[in-house]
């Protein structure tokens, strides 16, 4: 059992594992409405176990969320970067508990999601996984909370690319500078931050592929300034941004991480498959490439497939870019791993 101390809206707070904080908001990250995962919620409640509520609701119907929900590949990287150690790991945006659940079997967790059903599902599939107490639930923007104690590892697995969204006070990239300058702080020495996000230069993004976050194409991979400037002119204000490798590394270290390694992920870090090195410039990859088709990807915003002369496409040119030692700055998505 471990107590979490934190301060939220100038209050300090002690929070013990299996109870909840919450400050509840309006806006929020959904991929499923309120109503329907408050119900789903309620046939756990009933004793009926979330994976089989989840394939029941899903697997027929919206395969790729149900994946994104139950696979056990959602945890693959994890296994080979967290510090060994036995101290509290963070999970911001923790989304249906697939990186908190399964960590906390073996370590205490704060699970932080700011939106309500999100993180009530996350208690009620924890508690028939056995783990309910080995977890503190916070349900909050991770930008509004101080925590008084360092954690060991701190997992942002899809959400520093939403970490400027949903709010309308702050710049959203400034929103994402700030979310990162406070991890560093909130990590203890030798303590690790693990990302998993998109590469804005992602190669089928560049050949016309939808954003995963705009739904539509030619937008999301462009540099920041213009990007912004295209979606106003669709009558939108851009708030989720992703960033190439140089730009993550460049935005990493000038908050303090020193030590940073990437990692490709494909077909992305949602559901990888392959998890391959970005180090010596790459090589690695390189070499793979050249044996090997890398696995099919698919439009990140839905998960339907990509047609077969699109992935074709995208092999051929992985490959010749591979040959050039270059594709390393065009994969699908990247774990990092920095302290
Ligand atoms: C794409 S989902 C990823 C969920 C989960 N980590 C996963 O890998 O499936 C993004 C999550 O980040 C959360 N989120 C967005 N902005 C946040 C913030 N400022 N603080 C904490 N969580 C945030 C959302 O509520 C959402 O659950």
């Given at each position: 059992m471990f107590t979490l101390n934190f301060t939220h809206q100038q209050k300090n707070h002690a929070l013990p594992a299996g109870q909840r904080y919450a400050a509840p908001r309006a806006?929020?990250?959904?991929?499923?409405?309120?109503?329907?995962?408050?119900?789903?919620?309620?046939?756990?409640?009933?004793?009926?176990?979330?994976?089989?509520?989840?394939?029941?609701r899903y697997a027929a119907t919206n395969h790729w969320l149900y994946r994104i929900v139950a696979d056990p590949s959602r945890t693959a990287f994890f296994e080979q970067v967290l510090p060994r150690g036995q101290g509290p790991v963070l999970d911001i945006g923790a989304g249906w508990g697939q990186i908190a659940r399964p960590l906390a079997k073996t370590r205490p967790v704060v699970a932080l999601e700011p939106v309500?059903?999100?993180?009530?599902?996350?208690?009620?599939?924890?508690?028939?996984?056995?783990?309910?107490?080995?977890?503190?639930?916070?349900?909050?923007?991770?930008?509004?909370?101080?925590?008084?104690?360092?954690?060991?590892?701190?997992?942002a697995i899809g959400v520093l690319e939403w970490a400027g969204a949903f709010q309308n006070h702050t710049d959203p990239q400034q929103r994402q500078l700030d979310f990162l300058r406070k991890v560093r702080r909130e990590l203890i020495p030798g303590g690790a931050l693990v990302i998993g996000i998109e590469n804005r230069l992602g190669l089928k993004y560049l050949l016309g592929c939808p954003d995963d976050h705009l739904g539509v194409p030619h937008i999301g991979y462009l540099p920041a300034a213009l990007a912004r400037q295209r979606w106003?002119?669709?009558?939108?204000?851009?708030?989720?941004?992703?960033?190439?490798q140089a730009e993550l590394e460049k935005i990493l270290r000038s908050v303090g991480f020193t030590q940073i390694e990437f990692y490709a992920a494909w077909p992305d870090y949602k559901l990888p498959t392959q998890i391959i090195s970005l180090k010596d410039e790459g090589r690695p990859l390189h070499d793979w490439l050249q044996h090997q088709n890398p696995p099919a990807e698919h439009n990140g915003y839905d998960g339907s497939p990509l047609?077969?002369?699109?992935?074709e496409n995208l092999t051929a040119l992985y490959r010749s870019l591979a040959a050039d030692g270059l594709a390393r700055n065009f994969v699908p998505s990247f774990f990092i791993r920095a302290s």
């Open positions: 806006e929020g990250f959904r991929d499923t409405p309120a109503t329907e995962l408050r119900s789903l919620i309620a046939e756990l409640d009933t004793g009926r176990p979330w994976r089989e509520a989840v394939a029941a309500a059903e999100r993180l009530a599902f996350i208690e009620a599939a924890a508690r028939q996984d056995g783990v309910h107490e080995q977890i503190a639930y916070v349900e909050a923007d991770y930008l509004e909370v101080d925590f008084t104690d360092g954690f060991e590892a701190i997992c106003a002119e669709q009558g939108n204000t851009l708030q989720s941004f992703t960033y190439s047609e077969a002369r699109f992935q």
